[in-house]
């Protein structure tokens, strides 16, 4: 069975898509949401 990417139902923050991510990979949504503010900060 393949793991499909999705929304979490779970891990609402940032509506659910850092959450989603987290769990598709299978790492803290916190790390997730680190590496996307940091990412953000620095593009702009």
Do not use: H, P, Q, W
């Amino acid at each position: 069975m393949t793991k499909k990417l999705a929304k979490s139902a779970n891990d609402k923050a940032i509506y659910g898509v850092c959450g989603g991510i987290a769990e598709f990979f299978g790492i803290s949504s916190f790390i997730v949401r680190l590496l996307f503010f940091l990412t953000a900060s620095t593009s702009v």
